[in-house]
């Protein structure tokens, strides 16, 4: 199996995305073929040790920025990093890919060359919110800001089918985000897809749950739309750093405060790399028909590393095809 790897993409580019994607290919058991700039692609591998992995290097002149405006650049820019790691995929040279880069542009891209699962209307992003029992998967994270209610009925499905392959659980229970439990609450939208996912067969539906529902894992699949599962998943982050800078800092305050970190400090990375977005990875994009996993645009080598594991497990674990089978099941 081949992972096809944005060597461009992200933040910091190839420096973090070359030596994580060598990593990743070593511990996942993969071919790497990282496509971007050679030159500045084959600098960064003359610094890794590639000992026992098999690289191959593809050269992609163009590189599509954070700031550009996604279906534009996908256009403009046909031999992109990103268009030509989506087509490695589409070709069959590779069981899918990984980008740090401007996740609009993958997922145009995305749906431009791989085009969407037959039976599917929307893509999604779906990943897992660290929770108090186990893990919260939420869709869609922001493929989608402004859906149709049918469109959350299909994230619901293609969810439980991520959530059977990838992450182990049997039979997820699904809950719909709203501002109150009550089936009555929520603006329009949220009141025209309770009913349609509470008709739903084949999924355990267990209603409305609200923000504090997703850290707690009240269930295991929180459904959204775009937009509110964007903010959702910043906010999250955001708090998550906020209160590692607090607890640092009231922890240095004082000579015996710093002791009795030092003394602690293995239960507090354990419980900084539970809160960390790196150990997860990458989010796959679900819905298109191809496994292509968009990584945060802050990704260090870790980050990336973890990404080609996610994209190697969705591509094993036929996720395309689970949810292809799905998805017409439905129909």
Same mark, same amino acid.
């Given at each position: 199996?081949? *992972?096809?790897?944005?060597?461009?993409?992200?933040?910091?580019?190839? =420096?973090?995305?070359?030596?994580?994607?060598?990593? #990743?290919?070593?511990?996942?058991?993969?071919?790497?073929?990282?496509?971007?700039?050679?030159? !500045?692609?084959?600098?960064?591998?003359?610094?890794?040790?590639?000992?026992?992995?098999?690289?191959?290097?593809?050269?992609?002149?163009?590189?599509?920025?954070?700031?550009?405006?996604?279906?534009?650049?996908?256009?403009?820019?046909?031999? =992109? =990093?990103?268009? +030509?790691?989506?087509?490695?995929?589409?070709?069959?040279? !590779?069981?899918? $890919?990984?980008?740090? &880069? /401007?996740?609009?542009?993958?997922? !145009?891209?995305?749906?431009?060359?791989?085009?969407? *699962?037959?039976?599917?209307?929307?893509?999604?992003?779906?990943?897992?919110?660290?929770?108090?029992?186990? %893990?919260?998967?939420? +869709?869609?994270?922001?493929?989608?800001?402004?859906?149709?209610?049918?469109?959350?009925?299909?994230?619901?499905?293609?969810?439980?089918?991520?959530?059977?392959?990838?992450?182990?659980?049997?039979?997820?229970? *699904?809950?719909?985000? =709203? /501002?109150?439990?009550?089936?009555?609450?929520?603006?329009?939208?949220?009141?025209?897809?309770?009913?349609?996912?509470?008709?739903?067969?084949?999924?355990?539906?267990?209603?409305?749950?609200? #923000? %504090?529902?997703?850290?707690?894992?009240?269930?295991?699949?929180?459904?959204?739309?775009?937009?509110?599962? /964007?903010?959702?998943?910043?906010?999250?982050?955001?708090?998550?750093?906020?209160?590692?800078?607090? @607890?640092?800092?009231?922890?240095?305050?004082?000579?015996?405060?710093?002791?009795?970190?030092? +003394?602690?400090?293995?239960?507090?990375?354990?419980? %900084?790399?539970? $809160?960390?977005?790196?150990?997860?990875? &990458?989010?796959?994009?679900?819905?298109? /028909?191809?496994?292509? *996993? @968009?990584?945060?645009? %802050?990704?260090?080598?870790?980050?990336?590393?973890?990404?080609?594991?996610?994209?190697?497990?969705?591509?094993?674990?036929?996720?395309?095809?689970?949810?292809?089978?799905?998805?017409?099941?439905?129909?």
């Amino acid at each position: 199996m081949r *992972i096809a790897v944005d060597a461009m993409g992200g933040d910091i580019g190839p =420096s973090v995305v070359v030596p994580g994607a060598v990593a #990743g290919a070593r511990s996942a058991g993969v071919g790497v073929t990282l496509v971007g700039r050679a030159a !500045a692609v084959e600098a960064e591998l003359a610094k890794v040790d590639r000992s026992g992995v098999d690289v191959r290097v593809v050269d992609a002149p163009d590189e599509i920025g954070m700031d550009e405006h996604p279906a534009q650049a996908i256009r403009r820019k046909p031999r =992109s =990093s990103i268009v +030509l790691a989506l087509r490695a995929c589409k070709d069959g040279d !590779a069981a899918g $890919m990984v980008s740090a &880069g /401007n996740s609009g542009a993958v997922m !145009a891209g995305a749906l431009l060359v791989l085009g969407r *699962i037959p039976g599917v209307d929307r893509p999604a992003i779906a990943s897992y919110l660290p929770a108090k029992r186990g %893990r919260t998967l939420v +869709l869609d994270l922001g493929a989608v800001a402004d859906p149709k209610p049918q469109n959350l009925v299909q994230f619901a499905i293609m969810g439980r089918v991520y959530a059977q392959r990838i992450l182990g659980v049997a039979n997820p229970t *699904i809950g719909l985000l =709203s /501002n109150g439990e009550e089936p009555g609450k929520g603006n329009l939208f949220v009141q025209e897809v309770y009913p349609l996912l509470a008709a739903t067969p084949g999924i355990d539906f267990r209603g409305n749950v609200e #923000g %504090r529902d997703v850290p707690m894992g009240t269930v295991d699949i929180v459904v959204t739309d775009g937009f509110t599962g /964007n903010v959702a998943l910043k906010t999250a982050e955001g708090t998550a750093a906020m209160m590692t800078d607090f @607890i640092r800092a009231e922890l240095t305050a004082t000579l015996p405060r710093k002791l009795a970190a030092y +003394l602690l400090r293995p239960a507090f990375r354990a419980v %900084r790399a539970r $809160m960390d977005p790196g150990e997860i990875g &990458g989010a796959p994009l679900l819905g298109v /028909n191809g496994t292509a *996993i @968009i990584a945060h645009g %802050r990704s260090d080598a870790r980050a990336i590393e973890n990404a080609v594991k996610v994209a190697r497990q969705a591509a094993a674990e036929d996720l395309v095809g689970g949810i292809a089978a799905a998805v017409g099941g439905s129909g």
